[in-house]
């Protein structure tokens, strides 16, 4: 009864996503057997309350997790508060533009956002050329296998004066993922849910930028850009696959 599981969810309406139907909510993490069935209520909960709408199609997939886990400490917080979307969009492409990326290759990216915010995933980005990387059209690359350790959770909070946040939990966890692999230049994301407008920019070098304003209260617009600087295989197979713990090896 050791074994540990990765659990993905992902609800649309109007049909299963490859059907045409449109993103409501996707969620994911690594659970024990004995939190199996409270977290995939969790997962329920968080599709069928959803502030982009009641799904119709729902989908959770369990699968046990075979290789060892290891450990990604988690980012440092910034919180930046920017008076309107414009000055927070404008901090994202500094922020990003001190990373090493050139600002042609940040506004390519950043209409490449607006295009394809019904993307469920995140779009991968060339940080040299501003190409798109991934060839998934309409799905994109869901990062999973991957959840905090919750005493390091608590500790980070405290070592940071924080309170609990689940959205926040959830996104430094994933951009702490994905800023740990050598290859990964930055992350910029803003929510899809339309009640939802702080954003982020997250490196290895600066860490979690939070940032107030995103974009407008109601739009429906949102997604994920991950800028690198090499793509191949097994990178995707480390953001989607490679299980990892966030959190600190010595507390356990
Ligand atoms: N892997 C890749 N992309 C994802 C994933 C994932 N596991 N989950 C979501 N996305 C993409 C997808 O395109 C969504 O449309 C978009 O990101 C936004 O997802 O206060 O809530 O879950 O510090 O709506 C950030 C700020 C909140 C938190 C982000 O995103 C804070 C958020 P959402
Ligand atoms: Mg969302």
């Not at 042609?104 to 779009?123: C, N, T």
């Not at 990062?143 to 926040?168: D, G, I, N």
């Not at 929510?191 to 304003?213: C, K, L, N, Q, W």
Request: hydrophobic letters at 35%; charged letters at 30%.
């Amino acid at each position: 009864m050791d074994n540990l599981f990765n659990v993905r969810m992902r609800a649309a309406k109007g049909g299963a996503h490859e059907e045409g139907g449109r993103h409501i909510s996707g969620g994911e993490l690594i659970t024990t057997h004995e939190e199996l069935r409270k977290q995939i209520h969790r997962l329920v909960d968080k599709a069928f309350a959803h502030s982009r709408g009641m799904p119709d199609f729902f989908q959770v997939k369990v699968e046990v997790i075979e290789s060892p886990l290891s450990f990604v400490p988690p980012l440092s917080p910034i919180h930046y508060v920017v008076p309107s979307v414009l000055k927070g969009r404008l901090l994202a492409k500094k922020r990003l533009a001190t990373c090493g990326i050139n600002d042609l290759v940040i506004e390519k990216a950043f209409q490449l956002l607006e295009e394809h915010s019904h993307v469920r995933g995140a779009l991968i980005i060339d940080a040299k050329t501003g190409e798109r990387l991934d060839k998934n059209f309409d799905r994109g690359v869901r990062v999973s296998a991957f959840s905090w350790k919750e005493q390091s959770y608590e500790e980070w909070l405290s070592r940071h004066r924080l309170t609990k946040q689940e959205r926040m939990k959830d996104a430094v966890a994933l951009a702490s993922k994905v800023c740990a692999h050598p290859w990964t230049v930055a992350e910029v994301c803003w929510s899809d849910d339309p009640d939802y407008v702080t954003g982020y920019v997250a490196s290895s070098t600066f860490g979690y930028e939070r940032i107030s304003h995103m974009k407008k209260r109601g739009d429906e617009r949102g997604g994920r850009l991950l800028f690198v600087e090499n793509y191949d295989e097994t990178y995707l197979r480390y953001l989607e696959e490679k299980p990892v713990w966030i959190g600190w090896e010595e507390l356990g």
